[in-house]
């Protein structure tokens, strides 16, 4: 079921579609706050694919947000809105969401030529 509200203690992702492997893969970058909440300050990062993201019930064509909590990987659907939404906000994973669309933009517009 898709949620589309966005708390700030979710960050948004949309995962990118990749030549190889299932088509897509991601990396979920953690703050330390986050590592720790994991339970190893060292992870910097989690690394995620199509079928992961399938085996979370999601929907990988399509924006997700995640959080850590219990130490646990927890993941949502979100509508595009949504992911637009926070891209237009003052959040801290603004610009991130920013930037994402802009090379989704970009790469529409290369497929196009």
């Given at each position: 079921m ?6 700030t203690?979710?960050k948004?992702e949309?995962?990118?579609r990749?030549?190889?492997?299932d ?14 909440e994991?339970?190893d ?6 690394r ?12 990988p ?5 995640w ?29 991130y969401?920013?930037?994402?669309l ?12």
């Amino acid at each position: 079921m898709e949620d589309n509200t966005v708390g700030t203690e979710w960050k948004v992702e949309w995962a990118t579609r990749k030549p190889s492997s299932d088509g897509y893969l991601d990396n979920l970058v953690l703050t330390r706050e986050q590592a720790v909440e994991y339970g190893d300050e060292l992870v910097m990062s989690l690394r995620v694919n199509g079928e992961i993201l399938r085996a979370e019930g999601l929907d990988p064509d399509e924006p997700f947000a995640w959080k850590i909590e219990d130490g646990e990987l927890l993941t949502k659907q979100i509508s595009r809105q949504s992911f637009e939404q926070v891209a237009e906000s003052d959040r801290e994973d603004a610009f991130y969401a920013r930037r994402v669309l802009e090379h989704r933009a970009e790469r529409r517009l290369s497929d196009l030529r």
